[in-house]
């Protein structure tokens, strides 16, 4: 199918009213899967530091991963199913389901785009519907995750490589669209939200909302507050 739309979407604090990688490290600390005192404080410094776009995409993603590496595929796969079911298909709003479907109504090309690794947020693809899917690809050796990432990470500048990468491979590029939207709560999507035709700041972070405001970007809230 020839789509002339292209839509964009990020997950975190954007879909989500939350970030889906700290609501995971919390479900493994709460079934007492790790250690509490050796990552809450850690968690929390570096999501402070992300969110003011100052910790590198890489030790990011990587600190993350680490929460996965001491357990069984198995038993990850299944508690992500719970994961899911308990956590983040409740907290999902209306207004976030209907952003999405009116563009899958709309017949455009809808693509979640997501710095969180593939493996956590595929099955959170499929509650929204979302047929692709561009994220973090988390390393995986003689069957367990190693705590490192493949390739680039779907952060910053690399959300725009990983996106121009995933539509070349399509024999497309996003010039070929007639509008381009991409839907973002945060500074450190701008250089995405810099490329598209329809930038539209969702629940934006303060540096996000300057912006938006200075270019007169579509904002609008969908998430519940930050």
Same mark, same amino acid.
């Given at each position: 199918?020839?789509?002339?739309?292209?839509?964009?979407?990020?997950?975190?604090?954007?879909?989500?009213?939350?970030?889906?990688?700290?609501?995971?490290?919390?479900?493994?600390?709460?079934?007492?899967?790790?250690?509490?005192?050796?990552?809450?404080?850690?968690?929390?410094?570096?999501?402070?530091?992300? &969110?003011?776009?100052?910790?590198?995409?890489?030790?990011?993603?990587?600190?993350?991963?680490?929460?996965?590496?001491?357990?069984?595929?198995?038993?990850?796969?299944?508690?992500?199913?719970?994961? !899911?079911?308990?956590?983040?298909?409740?907290?999902?709003?209306?207004?976030?389901?209907?952003? !999405?479907?009116?563009?899958?109504?709309?017949?455009?090309?809808?693509?979640?785009?997501?710095?969180?690794?593939?493996?956590?947020?595929?099955?959170?693809?499929?509650?929204?519907?979302?047929?692709?899917?561009?994220?973090?690809?988390?390393?995986?050796?003689?069957?367990?995750?190693?705590?490192?990432?493949?390739?680039?990470?779907?952060?910053?500048?690399?959300?725009?490589? &990983?996106?121009?990468?995933?539509?070349?491979?399509?024999?497309? *590029?996003?010039?070929?669209?007639?509008?381009?939207?991409?839907?973002?709560?945060?500074?450190?999507?701008?250089?995405?939200?810099?490329?598209?035709?329809?930038?539209?700041?969702?629940?934006?972070?303060?540096?996000?909302?300057?912006?938006?405001?200075? *270019?007169?970007?579509?904002?609008?809230?969908?998430?519940?507050?930050?």
């Amino acid at each position: 199918m020839k789509h002339d739309i292209i839509a964009l979407f990020d997950l975190d604090h954007t879909l989500l009213p939350h970030d889906s990688d700290e609501q995971w490290l919390e479900f493994l600390l709460e079934r007492g899967k790790l250690d509490r005192v050796a990552y809450e404080a850690a968690n929390r410094e570096l999501g402070e530091r992300y &969110r003011r776009g100052e910790a590198s995409a890489i030790e990011f993603t990587e600190f993350y991963l680490s929460t996965l590496v001491p357990f069984d595929l198995g038993d990850l796969a299944r508690w992500r199913q719970e994961f !899911v079911r308990e956590r983040i298909a409740p907290s999902i709003s209306q207004a976030a389901r209907d952003v !999405v479907a009116r563009h899958q109504g709309l017949g455009h090309l809808v693509v979640l785009t997501s710095a969180t690794s593939e493996w956590l947020t595929a099955p959170i693809a499929r509650v929204f519907g979302f047929e692709h899917l561009i994220a973090t690809q988390p390393e995986v050796r003689a069957g367990r995750f190693t705590g490192r990432i493949v390739g680039t990470p779907n952060m910053r500048e690399g959300k725009v490589e &990983r996106l121009l990468g995933w539509l070349a491979a399509r024999n497309q *590029k996003l010039s070929d669209f007639r509008e381009s939207w991409f839907y973002s709560d945060s500074q450190n999507d701008l250089p995405l939200l810099s490329q598209v035709t329809r930038p539209v700041a969702v629940n934006p972070d303060p540096v996000l909302t300057a912006h938006a405001r200075q *270019k007169g970007w579509m904002q609008i809230t969908i998430a519940g507050p930050r």
